[in-house]
């Protein structure tokens, strides 16, 4: 009987992740039929079945289940030994953290997150809510900081709500003012998330112009926080954007608050099932607190 292998836990995952055979090989960039095999190797080793077969998607049995948050830390310390033994070579050996985060939370909420996680090795990484859950789910990452949430998941909780505010050019006629209404922006073009990239985050730019009877005009829709501030300060546009990121200077921008806005904006840390290295609390506590001391505490 063969020995259980970092490949066939690797296709495990992605499978059970993907809920499909032929997803999970996209996302390994592996043809099928290897990702099959492995997993089927795996189950004749474990003498159990891991997924039922349907037409269209693949289901977890209770043996997978049982499996998944053990396979995930398996997997995690297999692809840390080369950094372990780099790391007692040169004497700082420290627990490894990986970490993402969407682009709202790179102004600021992330340094309030690196600073929690000071005594550990942290890696970083970034990406849309969809992409980060994924790896979470897949083993690739420890922790992410996203702007969606799953009411069902006990290692996933919503942090804090954010207000919007107004992101403009420093020479925009509004600039000067203490707030900026909905009336005043209606009839400037904004700058946005694609919907496909962030719906939370178009969804409650749209529904700030539904709510006050207005048309929201766009002039540019893209895929990341830097790229909507980089085109607000060449004029393209205003914006609506989280506290958080107004929080910060960003050159040739002016932020405003959004008279009458409501804490809306969800910051969700989402963890591995199960929560194996109890970032959880840890986290939840830290950026509790940097909210607080940024004037943005409301959950």
């Given at each position: 009987?063969?020995?259980?292998?970092?490949?066939?836990?690797?296709?495990?995952?992605?499978?059970?992740?993907?809920?499909?055979?032929?997803?999970?090989?996209?996302?390994?960039?592996?043809?099928?039929?290897?990702?099959?095999?492995?997993?089927?190797?795996?189950?004749?080793?474990?003498?159990?079945?891991?997924?039922?077969?349907?037409?269209?998607?693949?289901?977890?049995?209770?043996?997978?289940?049982?499996?998944?948050?053990?396979?995930?830390?398996?997997?995690?310390?297999?692809?840390?030994?080369?950094?372990?033994?780099?790391?007692?070579?040169?004497?700082?050996?420290?627990?490894?953290?990986?970490?993402?985060?969407?682009?709202?939370?790179?102004?600021?909420?992330?340094?309030?997150?690196?600073?929690?996680?000071?005594?550990?090795?942290?890696?970083?990484?970034?990406?849309?809510?969809?992409?980060?859950?994924?790896?979470?789910?897949?083993?690739?990452?420890?922790?992410?900081?996203?702007?969606?949430?799953?009411?069902?998941?006990?290692?996933?909780?919503?942090?804090?709500?954010?207000?919007?505010?107004?992101?403009?050019?420093?020479?925009?006629?509004?600039?000067?003012?203490?707030?900026?209404?909905?009336?005043?922006?209606?009839?400037?073009?904004?700058?946005?998330?694609?919907?496909?990239?962030?719906?939370?985050?178009?969804?409650?730019?749209?529904?700030?112009?539904?709510?006050?009877?207005?048309?929201m005009t766009t002039s540019a829709q893209v895929s990341n926080e830097q790229a909507?501030?980089?085109?607000?300060?060449?004029?393209?546009?205003?914006?609506?954007?989280?506290?958080?990121?107004?929080?910060?200077?960003?050159?040739?921008?002016?932020?405003?608050?959004?008279?009458?806005?409501?804490?809306?904006?969800?910051?969700?840390?989402?963890?591995?099932?199960?929560?194996?290295?109890?970032?959880?609390?840890?986290?939840?506590?830290?950026?509790?607190?940097?909210?607080?001391?940024?004037?943005?505490?409301?959950?």
């Amino acid at each position: 009987m063969s020995e259980v292998s970092l490949k066939q836990l690797r296709c495990f995952l992605a499978v059970y992740a993907e809920r499909s055979f032929t997803k999970a090989a996209k996302s390994l960039h592996m043809a099928q039929s290897p990702v099959s095999q492995a997993v089927a190797s795996l189950e004749r080793h474990l003498g159990e079945r891991l997924f039922e077969r349907g037409n269209r998607e693949v289901t977890p049995t209770a043996a997978a289940r049982g499996l998944y948050p053990e396979a995930l830390e398996l997997r995690r310390r297999a692809e840390s030994l080369p950094q372990l033994i780099a790391e007692t070579r040169d004497g700082t050996k420290t627990q490894r953290i990986r970490i993402g985060g969407v682009s709202s939370t790179f102004p600021a909420i992330m340094a309030g997150a690196l600073e929690a996680l000071a005594s550990y090795s942290v890696i970083v990484s970034d990406g849309n809510s969809s992409d980060l859950t994924r790896a979470v789910d897949n083993g690739d990452i420890d922790v992410c900081l996203i702007r969606e949430f799953s009411s069902h998941r006990a290692d996933e909780r919503i942090v804090l709500r954010e207000r919007l505010c107004v992101a403009m050019p420093d020479n925009h006629r509004l600039s000067g003012k203490s707030a900026v209404s909905v009336d005043d922006i209606a009839a400037e073009p904004i700058v946005l998330f694609r919907r496909t990239a962030a719906p939370v985050a178009f969804d409650l730019v749209a529904s700030v112009f539904i709510e006050a009877g207005r048309t929201m005009t766009t002039s540019a829709q893209v895929s990341n926080e830097q790229a909507i501030l980089g085109l607000v300060a060449a004029e393209t546009g205003i914006s609506l954007v989280p506290e958080s990121v107004g929080s910060q200077p960003w050159k040739g921008v002016t932020f405003a608050p959004l008279a009458g806005a409501k804490n809306t904006y969800p910051l969700t840390i989402r963890t591995a099932p199960g929560d194996p290295l109890g970032l959880l609390s840890t986290l939840t506590d830290a950026l509790r607190s940097w909210a607080s001391g940024h004037e943005l505490a409301n959950w």
